[in-house]
Every structure is written in C-alpha cells, then in structure tokens.
T-cell receptor, first 116, second 116 residues
Framework: AQTVTQSQPEMSVQEAETVTLSCTYDTSESDYYLFWYKQPPSRQMILVIRQEAYKQQNATENRFSVNFQKAAKSFSLKISDSQLGDAAMYFCAYRSLNNAGNMLTFGGGTRLMVKP | NAGVMQNPRHLVRRRGQEARLRCSPMKGHSHVYWYRQLPEEGLKFMVYLQKENIIDESGMPKERFSAEFPKEGPSILRIQQVVRGDSAAYFC??????????????FGPGTRLTVT
C-alpha cells in the first residue's frame, strides 16, 4: 500500500516571502499522479497543483510550483510571494493508476501560517 | 455548473442514532468517493462508487457503515448506531468517467458529524 508523509506539521512564512512544504511517498508503482490540496478554514478542499509521474518537467501554477524528484519519491510544494490568503492546511496526495479503486491517499497535512 | 453538493453541512446525533450523509456529484460525473477526516488529520479513503455499484470499499469500517449511489438521486453514506468516535468531517468527491489519462476529483464542502 502507498503511504504519504508530510514531516512538517506547521510552517510559517512572512508575507511576500517564499516557503517550501515537504512531502515524501512510498510506492512500488511507476505510473501515478501526485497532488497538492489546500484546505482553508472553510474546510473546502481546493486542488492547487498536480503532477503526472511520467512527466519530468515540474508542474507550475502561477505562484505555486513543485519539485518532483521521482527517484527520491519526493514532491515538495513551493509557494512564492506568499499572500495572507495562502494560510491554510496543505495536503499532499497520491493516486495510483493501476488499481480499480482510484482513491487518493493523503498525507497528514502541514498548517501554513502567513505573517503580515 | 454547480459543484459537488453535500448536505447537511452539520449534523448532530446522539450515540446510537443513525446518520445519513448525502452527496450530489457534479453534473456529468458518474464516480463518487467518500473520505473521512478526523480532527487534525488528513483525509482517509472510505469507499468508491459508480452508479448502482460499489467499486472499492476497502476503507469502510466492517460494521455500521454503508454507502450507495442509486441510479437516481444522490449518493448516501449511512452510519448506524453512531458512536463518539464517528465524529469527523465526511467529504464526498466526484469525477467523470475515467479516461486513460486520469482526472481530478472535485470535492464537496463536507459534512461535519458530531456525536454527543
């Protein structure tokens, strides 16, 4: 079974600065997807970014980018020019392409605080 | 296009009562997933359904929990004889029919169940 680990329970960043959230995962599969979800206080799960494992190029969405290291099974999220609205829980998630379940496996989350 | 809808948003039940959580997927989506989030934890997969079929229920507790996704109407997650440990946020997600490239899951706002 796959596991996802987020080793930073909390992180803080100064507004306008850059912060990196860590995520590692364990799998024996070669094809899969990785995701970062944001969960603000409203609890709504919002997809931030996704990465296909077969793509070597790191995904980027505006101020959000990932550092995908397949061999190391690492998938970190970089937030540039942090804004107060970025404060939330961030969850890393894994999805296999090889089983019928197609479920997401989530890490335990990192709480990001943004200081004005 | 309305997003994934869940109701109720908040549900309070006494120990021993039944809880029914409803999920209406996005229009055109035929796949529904249920996840549970305990306080201060990440989301855990419970069950994956397609219309009238349970595809994967590997995350469902063996007793008291059941799920359905009828041909007409919303998906229902049913918890019988609730206990305090069932208190959690329950999220539903939906996706369209799976393609070779895979698709994201779109999350509803969740139902917060409190058992007193």
């Amino acid at each position: 079974a796959q596991t996802v680990t987020q080793s930073q329970p909390e992180m803080s960043v100064q507004e306008a600065e850059t912060v990196t959230l860590s995520c590692t995962y364990d799998t024996s599969e070669s094809d899969y997807y990785l995701f970062w979800y944001k969960q603000p206080p409203s609890r709504q799960m919002i997809l931030v970014i996704r990465q296909e494992a077969y793509k070597q190029q790191n995904a980027t969405e505006n101020r959000f980018s990932v550092n995908f290291q397949k061999a190391a099974k690492s998938f970190s999220l970089k937030i540039s020019d942090s804004q107060l609205g970025d404060a939330a829980m961030y969850f890393c998630a894994y999805r296999s392409l090889n089983n019928a379940g197609n479920m997401l496996t989530f890490g335990g989350g990192t709480r990001l605080m943004v200081k004005p | 296009n309305a997003g994934v809808m869940q109701n109720p948003r908040h549900l309070v039940r006494r120990r021993g009562q039944e809880a029914r959580l409803r999920c209406s997927p996005m229009k055109g989506h035929s796949h529904v997933y249920w996840y549970r989030q305990l306080p201060e934890e990440g989301l855990k997969f419970m069950v994956y359904l397609q219309k009238e079929n349970i595809i994967d229920e590997s995350g469902m507790p063996k007793e008291r929990f059941s799920a359905e996704f009828p041909k007409e109407g919303p998906s229902i997650l049913r918890i019988q004889q609730v206990v305090r440990g069932d208190s959690a946020a329950y999220f539903c997600a939906s996706s369209p029919a799976l393609l070779a490239g895979g698709t994201e899951q779109y999350f509803g706002p969740g139902t917060r169940l409190t058992v007193t």
